[in-house]
């Protein structure tokens, strides 16, 4: 299916003089014109068009970098989905001219294959800028957002994620796995911890933002994986440090899910992949093993508290009847995200 979407419109930018190369402030005597629209052709293939005027001086290279992770830069790395680290998000192309030029880049999900055989971008905000190369310095156009794979819900007025945040697709069954996504631990941002294969370390965060992406292991009587003070705020609400969902969706509150829940007769994994949110049983990732996911303890979705955060799971188990419960507080563990629309 083709959504041809046209997610922004040119951008068309005249900026003061004298801004330092790298940053996303693109000067007018340097740039006529910087312009990038990203259209979506399906849920694994986009295409970038480029626009852009020179003025004096020679522009050695153009291109985009694109990724998953806010702040990209032609020199970032983010992990694929795979135990070993790889680089994802880096330039994908690259041309050179020395006047008015437009193009177009066409490019297929960097995602990987799924069981079926197909590919898809992860269901995820997915974050492009445009650079220039220009007189030996390196420019930036502004960060755009946009969602190649993002399917949708709406039950009792909201609108929700179809489908886990990094998932390959809506689940197709209780224990498809292409579904399960990404294992966020509360709190954190999209830093590369996610990826259920991602390296672990044992040394706490001092802050909310780690500044790597290793899974941290947290033997805490409290279960979180800061130290000291964990944060119960870095999730709250569509501005908050950390919220991992794109702009104007947001983490759902414990009265959100209660709802879902109620809808569904309680829940168990039968009732809950039967229900408007077509949850799968994604299992978790435990808080103080590097193992990469285990059922035992059931399958974790995370939430907040209330509007004003605070760390809570919604979990459920195989079973018929009310086989769901909630656990706070331990925030390292890694849990399925769904996003919901504010």
Not at 31 to 38: E, Q, R, V
Not at 127 to 145: M, R, V
Not at 247 to 252: E, F
Not at 256 to 264: K, L, N, P, V
Request: positive net charge.
């Amino acid at each position: 299916m083709k959504f041809l979407t046209t997610i922004l419109l040119l951008f068309f930018f005249e900026f003061a003089k004298g801004q330092v190369p790298g940053t996303a402030i693109i000067n007018h005597a340097l740039f006529a014109k910087f312009n990038l629209s990203i259209t979506i052709n399906s849920s694994s293939s986009i295409t970038f068009n480029i626009d852009a005027v020179g003025g004096a001086g020679q522009i050695t290279e153009v291109g985009v970098v694109y990724g998953i992770a806010k702040g990209l830069t032609t020199s970032s790395t983010i992990y694929k989905p795979s135990a070993t680290p790889a680089t994802f998000g880096t330039r994908i192309a690259t041309i050179s001219y020395s006047g008015p030029t437009s193009t177009s880049l066409t490019v297929l999900s960097t995602s990987t294959v799924n069981s079926q055989g197909t590919t898809s971008f992860f269901v995820a905000p997915y974050y492009a800028k445009l650079y220039a190369i220009k007189n030996g310095a390196t420019y930036y156009g502004p960060e755009i957002e946009f969602l190649p794979n993002w399917p949708t819900v709406t039950t009792n007025n909201k609108t929700w994620l179809k489908a886990n945040l990094g998932a390959l697709r809506v689940a197709s069954s209780e224990t498809d796995s292409d579904s399960w996504g990404f294992k966020y631990q509360w709190g954190r941002g999209t830093d590369g911890h996610q990826f259920p294969g991602s390296s672990t370390t044992t040394t706490y965060s001092d802050g909310p933002s780690p500044g790597h992406g290793n899974f941290i292991i947290s033997s805490r009587n409290d279960g979180n994986w800061m130290d000291p003070n964990p944060s119960t705020t870095s999730w709250a609400g569509t501005t908050a440090i950390n919220n991992p969902c794109p702009s104007g969706w947001r983490i759902p509150t414990r009265d959100e899910w209660a709802f879902i829940r109620t809808i569904s007769g309680g829940l168990n994994s039968t009732s809950a992949y039967g229900s408007a949110l077509i949850l799968p049983s994604s299992q978790q990732r435990m808080r103080y093993s590097p193992a990469a996911v285990n059922s035992g303890n059931g399958h974790g979705y995370w939430m907040n508290n209330t509007t004003s955060g605070g760390v809570r799971m919604l979990h459920f188990v195989s079973g018929s009847g009310n086989q769901w419960g909630e656990s706070g507080d331990a925030g390292a563990y890694g849990g399925a995200v769904r996003c919901i629309q504010n």
